[in-house]
């Protein structure tokens, strides 16, 4: 895959050039700045962007503005975003962006190498990669009503592995239980939020991001 990198830490923008190197992909520009992305992806046009959040000049939400920018001109585009930082304002127009291949991790949670490759390749064939972290933030942070107070914490699990688009036995092999008790969860997640229950797991990722848009 033909790879942009707009990573504004120098250690950490070269250690992501060698990776997705030694695994084959061709990093064809990396970038430090906010204004340096569009350019760079536009000229590009990338299979994909790994993107962070807060860049120079005010490290506030240039990287997830330029992704969305990119979007605009450029419709499909596949981001994965790589950060710190939840921005719930941005990340939930992203997310709710179904045009294209998205992803959401977060730096400090990535345990290894070959998860981030293979949410590198889920997202750049058009899926979707979501840290649950990020997920129970932007859930907490969207309403008032905190929804996830009644969740118990089995369910806050299988909603995040809900929402990177997972099967129930796929759910089921993460969390080494039946695929009878996920669907169980799965059922309870929905009528807490209120949403209808789906065993379609395109429909559920949907409602999931439904949500979090308002």
Sequence with gaps: MRVVIAEDLALLRDGLTH???ANGHQVVEAVADGPSVLPALTRHRPDIAV???RLP???TDEGLQAALAARMQLPGLPILVL???VEQLYARELLADRNGGVGYLLKDRVSNVGQFIDALRRVAGGGMVMDPEVVTQLLV???GMQPLRDLT???REVLGLMA??????AIAGRLFVTEKAVSKHINNIFSKLGMPPSDDDNRRVLAVLAYLNG
Excluded: K
């Excluded at 990177?164 to 036995?169: D, F, P, T």
């Design 19 to 21: 990776i997705l190197h």
């Design 83 to 85: 950060s710190q930082h």
């Design 141 to 143: 942070r969207n309403s």
């Design 153 to 155: 914490a089995r369910e």
């Design 51 to 53: 993107v962070d959040v």
């Design 164 to 169: 990177e688009g997972r099967s129930n036995a």
């Design 57 to 59: 000049p005010t490290f």
